[in-house]
């Protein structure tokens, strides 16, 4: 790898461990640097402030999980409803593979951003509601598969794909508050019976 990309992903890599870890207020320029290697200039190179990065970590955050977690679990390679089954499980163990790595459940990225600093940042806000509207959209499609395999029936899919996706958030919330990533395998399996108002 080329010394300057070398060193631009050092320090995202090292923003996404810490902002994930801790939070976004707790995490000043100064830490990332040090955990990076790197001194402030060459931050300030590659990112003109701290929200630049944040941007940054939250694209690249997105882009794991859409390869990881979303093309995994929506693979069409089983029925439909069987895929958000399946991506229940996968968000399970990545988060109890997480409580092994640090100790702690860490919960979704985004929605941790999204509850520290919606109301106090607006490009953060608007990247962070963009997120949640593609991964809103992957299970919508999951459900017009379902319905067209009749697997169900007479649904609203845009509406049961936001109520999965702020299940989802929710379950990930309480998996972190009470750092117990049981409560996920417990709860998010109901994802796939959560049903709304026929259209």
Known sequence: MHPTVDTQQRILDSAR?????RSYADVGVAAI?????????SFYHFFPSKRDLTLAVLDAYYLEIKEHLVKKSFANDIPPLARLERFCQLAYA??????????RVLGCPFGNLATELATQDEPIR?????????????????????????????????ATAQAMLAYFEGVMLLAKSHNDPEIIGQLLPALALIRITPR
Do not use: P
């Not at 640097?33 to 200039?41: D, I, L, T």
């Not at 598969?145 to 029936?153: H, W």
């Open 17 to 21: 461990e810490l902002i994930y870890s």
């Open 33 to 41: 640097c040090e955990h990076a290697g790197v001194k402030k200039g």
């Open 94 to 103: 990545f988060q109890k593979q997480v409580l092994k790595d640090t100790g």
């Open 126 to 158: 608007i990247r962070i509601e963009q997120i949640f509207s593609n991964l809103q959209s992957s299970i919508r499609q999951v459900l017009r598969e379902a319905i067209a395999a009749g697997e169900v029936q007479n649904i609203d899919d845009e």
